[in-house]
């Protein structure tokens, strides 16, 4: 095999394949719908979520009964903004600018191309809340061509896979809903009769399926939970007092979202990776936002993990503020990177990345947080955008002081989930990594697990990386991830696979942790980390991250950064008996043996095997199954994402040391 591979002849053919199949929305396989229908023998009797539902406020305030608009805002509140307009006039002409229902048609049905439905749901909310701040007639009407279009759809989201009970589900329901809030005396009787009965007739069908049932489980911390019950609590919100369902419909998502907040992050990180936070965290908010308002109750004082959020988004934005660090399941790696491929243009309107960016500043003004706010403000000057620009305009508070990104640390421990994140400066030509070793779900979902019989894990767009790493300098990607994947595998990653078997029980379908103890899990961890100006080193107990059948009987890791640009890797690893062991590395277009070293992206970084003195080595194309469709994201294409390097033991060995030197090089 050539020493040299390089993927710029391939990207048309990529980019294809890509197109058809990756990107947030689609993340379930088979197991995971199954583990979704089966009743869990952890739970007997009445379900814990009926007596949560019973304690926890669902009512209206006293207020607000029998008036529209309610949800979110208040007529008197909406009067108010119109003054914020003359204020605010960059945000508000922003919003203007971004009315997708004035410049796109909805979807014809049935609509199941992917995110289709999704466009119409947002598309309602926007068109809508504009109308009731300017009072033009014609973002009335874009808003009800909107709403029939929803009607019109027989099936909220695919025919095929989890109809109505879905992602789309949950955006028509948060759209349609509120839209009907806020136009509610703007339409006549028979439009609010036709919307108030589809509402009324999807709602009910989703309040059936996530409903508490003898030995029901639900899989809290995954966006295919929160999303679509988002999307309820916001229709019950709107229709109370005009269905007697609407109250049982409130109080199971809230009984839910008790769950779901208590088990999300505890640092700030997001397990599933940062196209997940952008695609999901907004309905968390949605949700927190519409429970205050309607309700009085305030979640936000203990989701500790949301006080955290923009720790997560700024170091896990790359330098630049184009990309990201791509821990877990995020794009399409190399083809993303090369600004190719549906991934990158469903994430960019005009080139700019979508990034929702704005949520930041909801949470700024929740926790008065101005590091929040510093952060929202730098990744909007690097030209970011937003899915709901309007929320932008409603949810920034002048009041609130940025801290200058500048001012902000430049290195950041996530001690739950166990990820590191270090960089030069805040520059757009800094140099900047991260090392990630810990359970997929985080150390506080351990006794979490044990408190919530009910909470079933589904942690597939989590990766089996333990003790990877990602570098970044100069503008380049040298060596890291490759992207979002069917069937993650630990040799997608910069990491080390043993006997030809990788960690926790990959290679079985979406999820690689679905058939291991999370207790073995949590084993996994990093200790003696230190951090400062002149760079890291930190030591990761690895040992943990592999099946017990793969024989590891001690794995450590020192991962070490020394500036301006020598990394040093350190591996010690103990069998108990013989096996092959590699460790890979990875780049997006080429590595290149040259004089005893190997030379990756052109030359940018450099890598030296130290040790051991005698191995094996394959350079060649990095295959893994892209993502397939929805309900059977493990049935993708095999596809090729950048290139690798492997080093091996000559032989199986009961114990061998890895020590590899990565040079940055100007």
């Known amino acids: 095999m050539s020493n040299l591979i390089s993927m710029s002849k391939k990207l048309g053919a990529f980019a294809l394949v890509i197109s058809i199949c990756a990107g947030a929305g689609i993340s379930q396989d088979s197991q995971e719908l199954k583990a979704e229908r089966d009743a869990s023998q952890k739970l007997k009797g009445e379900h814990p979520l009926i007596a949560i539902a019973k304690s926890k406020p669902s009512t209206l305030r006293p207020e607000l009964v029998g008036v529209h608009p309610r949800v979110f805002l208040t007529q008197a509140e909406i009067d108010q903004l119109k003054q914020k307009t003359l204020t605010q006039k960059e945000l508000w002409q922003t919003t203007l600018s971004r009315v997708r229902a004035l410049t796109a048609e909805p979807a014809k049905p049935p609509a199941e191309e992917r995110r289709a439905q999704n466009e119409v749901g947002i598309g309602i909310a926007e068109a809508a809340f504009v109308y009731k701040i300017t009072g033009d007639k014609k973002y009335l009407d874009a808003a009800k061509k909107y709403m029939d279009a929803a009607v019109s759809y027989d099936v909220w989201g695919y025919s095929y896979n989890k109809p109505n009970v879905d992602l789309a589900a949950g955006h028509l329901l948060y759209g349609m809903g509120w839209g009907y809030d806020l136009l509610y005396h703007d339409l006549t009787a028979a439009e609010r009769d036709k919307y108030r009965n589809k509402l009324i007739k999807q709602a009910r069908l989703l309040y059936e399926y996530f409903k508490p049932k003898t030995g029901k489980s639900y899989s809290y911390s995954q966006n295919h939970t929160f999303i679509p019950v988002t999307g309820l609590a916001i229709a019950a919100y709107a229709l109370m007092?005009?269905?007697?369902?609407?109250?049982?419909?409130?109080a199971t998502s809230r009984a839910i979202y008790d769950r779901v907040l208590a088990t999300y992050s505890e640092d700030g990180y997001y397990y599933e990776g940062m196209e997940y936070w952008i695609f999901s965290t907004p309905w968390l908010v949605h949700y927190m936002d519409a429970q205050l308002h309607a309700t009085g109750e305030d979640l936000y004082p203990t989701t500790p993990g949301l006080r955290l959020a923009h720790k997560y988004v700024s170091h896990a934005t790359l330098p630049g503020g184009e990309f990201n660090f791509d821990f877990g399941d995020i794009y399409a790696g190399p083809i993303t990177r090369a600004r190719k491929g549906d991934d990158y243009e469903r994430e960019r309107i005009n080139g700019h990345f979508r990034s929702n960016y704005n949520i930041l500043y909801n949470l700024a003004n929740r926790y008065g947080n101005g590091e929040a706010q510093g952060v929202a403000d730098w990744l909007k000057s690097k030209g970011q955008i937003n899915a709901e620009e309007f929320w932008t305009f409603i949810w920034y508070?002048?009041?609130?002081?940025?801290?200058?990104?500048?001012?902000?640390?430049?290195?950041?421990?996530?001690?739950?989930?166990?990820?590191?994140?270090?960089?030069?400066?805040?520059?757009?030509?800094?140099?900047?990594?991260?090392?990630?070793?810990?359970?997929?779900?985080?150390?506080?979902?351990?006794?979490?697990?044990?408190?919530?019989?009910?909470?079933?894990?589904?942690?597939?767009?989590?990766?089996?990386?333990?003790?990877?790493?990602?570098?970044?300098?100069?503008?380049?990607?040298?060596?890291?991830?490759?992207?979002?994947?069917?069937?993650?595998?630990?040799?997608?990653?910069?990491?080390?696979?043993?006997?030809?078997?990788?960690?926790?029980?990959?290679?079985?379908?979406?999820?690689?942790?679905?058939?291991?103890?999370?207790?073995?899990?949590?084993?996994?961890?990093?200790?003696?980390?230190?951090?400062?100006?002149?760079?890291?080193?930190?030591?990761?107990?690895?040992?943990?991250?592999?099946?017990?059948?793969v024989g590891v009987e001690k794995f450590a890791r020192r991962f070490s950064f020394t500036t301006?640009?020598?990394?040093?890797?350190?591996?010690?690893?103990?069998?108990?008996?013989?096996?092959?062991?590699?460790?890979?590395?990875?780049?997006?277009?080429?590595?290149?043996?040259?004089?005893?070293?190997?030379?990756?992206?052109?030359?940018?970084?450099?890598?030296?095997?130290?040790?051991?003195?005698?191995?094996?080595?394959?350079?060649?194309?990095?295959?893994?199954?892209?993502?397939?469709?929805?309900?059977?994201?493990?049935?993708?294409?095999?596809?090729?994402r950048g290139v690798r390097l492997a080093i091996s033991t000559k032989q199986p060995e009961t114990a061998a040391n890895f020590k590899i030197r990565l040079r940055i090089t100007p």
């Not at 007092?241 to 409130?250: H, I």
């Not at 191995?615 to 596809?639: C, H, M, W, Y």
């Open 241 to 250: 007092g005009e269905t007697p369902e609407a109250a049982d419909w409130a």
């Open 564 to 640: 301006p640009a020598e990394f040093l890797i350190e591996d010690s690893i103990k069998m108990t008996r013989p096996e092959l062991i590699t460790s890979y590395l990875h780049s997006d277009w080429a590595i290149i043996e040259r004089g005893g070293r190997f030379e990756f992206e052109g030359g940018k970084l450099t890598a030296e095997i130290l040790e051991p003195k005698m191995f094996g080595q394959v350079i060649g194309p990095n295959f893994l199954t892209a993502p397939g469709p929805p309900g059977s994201v493990d049935k993708g294409a095999r596809e090729e």
């Open 397 to 549: 508070n002048q009041a609130i002081r940025a801290v200058p990104i500048e001012q902000q640390a430049k290195w950041h421990y996530f001690p739950d989930h166990e990820v590191v994140y270090w960089r030069s400066s805040w520059d757009d030509k800094a140099t900047a990594f991260a090392f990630k070793a810990g359970p997929p779900e985080g150390h506080a979902a351990t006794k979490k697990l044990e408190s919530f019989p009910d909470w079933r894990l589904s942690s597939g767009h989590a990766h089996p990386d333990a003790g990877s790493f990602i570098i970044w300098s100069n503008g380049k990607y040298l060596t890291g991830d490759s992207g979002y994947a069917g069937v993650p595998m630990t040799e997608h990653h910069n990491t080390v696979v043993i006997g030809g078997k990788g960690q926790g029980s990959e290679g079985k379908g979406h999820d690689a942790f679905s058939e291991v103890p999370y207790g073995r899990l949590n084993d996994i961890t990093i200790r003696d980390l230190k951090m400062d100006n002149g760079g890291l080193s930190l030591v990761a107990d690895l040992t943990s991250a592999y099946q017990p059948d």
